[in-house]
């Protein structure tokens, strides 16, 4: 499959995605907030574990929302030269190989790619947990997020001494620490209390602290979406720590959110910019719309290019699962949606570890993967239940620890189920 196509892929399963967080969404609203065309209190629902109905923690009601106010309008040529105020290094275009090499530290070490994953996050946050157990955590010298994998990254970056805080993060929350159940102008819910717990858990220590790795030549990208420009952004979080006070600390908490956003589910994140003394408002989304992980801009990436990676070793995470769920759809929007989404999410996680792994190959460094495995099958009794998010991180953890945490080599690609393989015919049989 070519990378157009992957790229196509991926933004199909990021604009479904917001239809997918919407179907588990739904349930949770009170029986006079659904219309007869969606779902009753009895009608299953598609899933991407078995998920019984019940859940755990109930967000609370949005109260009605303003219509937004317009926005200021801009020109393509002044989105693609806009900069945010103060700080021109905070962060570049993810098509721009220059900047990308720019910004890489001047010395090759370890990187870290995290991936997109929602709720299974807390399998990140479990196997990193699980490798400073280990002691095979190394220093990283670049660590990239993309949505889920973006708020693990900044703990993941700062060390092993904040360990605890992303156990908590992905351990002890719920829903209602997530959104608010209410349409709001630009989305199913609203997600005020995500905002919230970003503004908690990412602590001005916790920003110093980036930047002192900052200054010392490592970097974290986090990467959103530009919606308007439809093209993927990289932040430098660490320049953008670096940078200090109550404006750099309010950009680096929107970027979280924003990288975040699932499109359509989630409000959509308005970064200030200027360009050419001109003042304006860009709308981030989600970096999973580009891509379920970053290591690198896509020309960099292509088969044809003979560049090579300046890193030591290729780490990459994968916050989800990559066998097919077997199960009888439902015959139901939501159903079929999340079966899709999570069938396609998975083929674009594939491809884009396939590329990752020639890339490695190329350049002549190692290449490890860990993704959540098979055999992990805790039942999940709606989003970010706390039960099975625990069950995950300790799955995580327990992976992290083990004597072989990560693979060389991308998962083998499912085959046929067993049930369905025939056995070769014995030469000669009658």
């Not at 001494?161 to 002890?172: E, G, N």
């Not at 950009?251 to 360009?275: C, Q």
Request: net charge negative; charged share 20%; proline share 10%.
């Amino acid at each position: 499959m070519t990378m157009d196509a992957s790229r196509a892929i991926c933004a199909v399963a990021g604009v479904l995605s917001a239809l997918v967080i919407y179907t588990a969404v739904v349930p949770l609203l009170p029986a006079h907030a659904q219309t007869a065309s969606g779902p009753s209190a009895s009608a299953p629902r598609g899933n991407l574990r078995a998920r019984t109905r019940k859940v755990p923690s109930q967000p609370p009601i949005a109260a009605p929302q303003p219509k937004p106010l317009p926005r200021t309008p801009f020109t393509a040529a002044e989105d693609a030269a806009a900069a945010i105020p103060g700080m021109p290094d905070a962060r570049f275009w993810a098509d721009s190989t220059d900047d990308f090499n720019n910004a890489l530290p001047s010395k090759p070490g370890p990187w870290l790619i995290l991936s997109s994953g929602g709720e299974d996050g807390a399998f990140g946050a479990g196997l990193l947990n699980g490798l400073t157990a280990s002691g095979k955590r190394p220093d990283y010298s670049v660590v990239t997020g993309v949505s889920t994998g973006a708020l693990i990254a900044p703990f993941a970056f700062a060390g092993a001494r904040y360990d605890d805080a992303l156990r908590d993060a992905f351990t002890k929350i719920t829903s209602a620490d997530i959104f608010e159940i209410g349409a709001t102008p630009e989305s199913f819910v609203n997600t005020w209390p995500l905002k919230d717990l970003i503004a908690k858990e990412i602590t001005p220590q916790l920003i110093a602290d980036i930047a002192a790795q900052y200054r010392a030549g490592r970097r974290l990208f986090v990467i959103t979406t530009d919606l308007d420009a439809e093209r993927t952004v990289v932040w430098n979080m660490g320049a953008i720590a670096a940078h200090g006070g109550e404006a750099a600390r309010e950009l680096f908490r929107n970027v979280l959110l924003a990288s975040t956003s699932i499109p359509g589910a989630f409000p959509p994140t308005l970064i200030d910019v200027e360009a050419g003394g001109k003042h304006f408002a860009e709308m981030n989304v989600d970096g999973g719309v580009g891509g379920q992980f970053f290591v690198a801009p896509a020309p960099l990436m292509a088969a044809a290019s003979a560049y090579k990676l300046p890193a030591s070793e290729l780490y990459v995470v994968v916050d989800s699962g990559l066998q097919p769920t077997s199960e009888v759809v439902p015959r139901s929007i939501e159903a079929i949606l999340t079966q899709s989404v999570d069938m396609m999410v998975k083929v674009d996680t594939r491809l884009m570890l396939d590329r990752a792994y020639l890339v490695a190959r190329r350049s002549g460094i190692g290449f490890n993967v860990a993704s959540i495995p098979q055999d992990f099958h805790a039942p999940s009794r709606g989003a970010f239940d706390p039960d099975y998010m625990k069950a995950l991180f300790q799955a995580g953890f327990n992976l992290g620890k083990s004597a072989a945490p990560f693979n060389a080599v991308p998962p083998p690609y499912p085959g046929p189920p067993e049930s369905q393989v025939q056995e070769p015919e014995k030469a000669g049989a009658n």
